[in-house]
């Protein structure tokens, strides 16, 4: 990370770590703590809750949802995540909203895009962006941080680049088209084998699970199903 912020004359101190703890088992993640994590991302709600459960004794542990959430199992995240990276849809921010706001409670939000224009993938069109992002003062406990994208799994850099450029420049388009857009200051966008290129492309936040844990045994359509 911090050679990547080195080649194009950023500080690393810009860019957070989000260690993606996905099928990682409960001793793994404390001897992660042990090395100084302290945040945790996640793609299931199930999962996470069992995780945030069973680590109770770590509370400086901050937990992050980076996967799609259905309507029905809002009430769980909004009790334990201190952040949710995958917001698409009025629906989503409403049910969350409603039970943050039960528990008196706020969340950092990333609005998702879908910047690689693929089926298979959640996420806004970036043509809808803007205009969502105009809706959601409304949700007066969702905290709007940035943006988040998945870019296109392809061994074509400059493909992928794109997906990250886009992202950039739709958040530019927020500051400048949006009252406040200024807050939406984030770019959550690079994993294992693309976050330097994220990073060299603008990122605030990689979102790293392989290159820390090791492989995974399970596909990753089983992480991030299709739509």
């Avoid at 302290?38 to 542990?61: C, F, H, I, M, T």
């Avoid at 409403?94 to 959640?122: C, H, I, M, P, W």
Wanted: aromatic share 6%; charged share 30%.
């Amino acid at each position: 990370m911090a050679r990547a912020c080195r080649r194009v004359d950023r500080d690393p101190s810009e860019v957070r770590l989000l260690p993606i703890s996905k099928t990682v088992d409960e001793a793994r993640i404390r001897l992660s703590v042990a090395a100084g994590c302290r945040e945790l991302g996640e793609n299931k709600v199930q999962e996470a809750y069992r995780k945030w459960e069973a680590l109770s004794d770590l509370p400086e542990l901050r937990w992050s949802l980076v996967g799609h959430l259905q309507t029905n199992k809002a009430k769980r995240v909004a009790r334990f995540a201190s952040e949710f990276q995958a917001l698409d849809s009025p629906r989503v921010a409403e049910a969350l909203d409603r039970r943050l706001q039960a528990l008196g409670r706020g969340l950092d939000v990333f609005v998702q895009v879908n910047t690689s224009g693929e089926a298979s993938k959640y996420g806004l069109p970036p043509e809808e962006v803007v205009a969502f992002v105009r809706r959601l003062p409304a949700y007066a406990s969702l905290r709007v941080r940035g943006l988040m994208t998945l870019a296109l799994l392809s061994s074509d850099s400059s493909w992928v680049r794109q997906c990250f450029v886009r992202l950039r420049e739709l958040r530019e388009r927020i500051r400048q088209e949006v009252p406040d857009g200024d807050r939406v200051a984030g770019l959550s966008m690079g994993m294992s084998g693309d976050f330097e290129a994220a990073i060299e492309e603008g990122a605030t936040v990689v979102r790293v699970g392989q290159a820390i844990y090791g492989a995974r045994s399970l596909p990753d359509s089983h992480f991030w199903p299709s739509p």
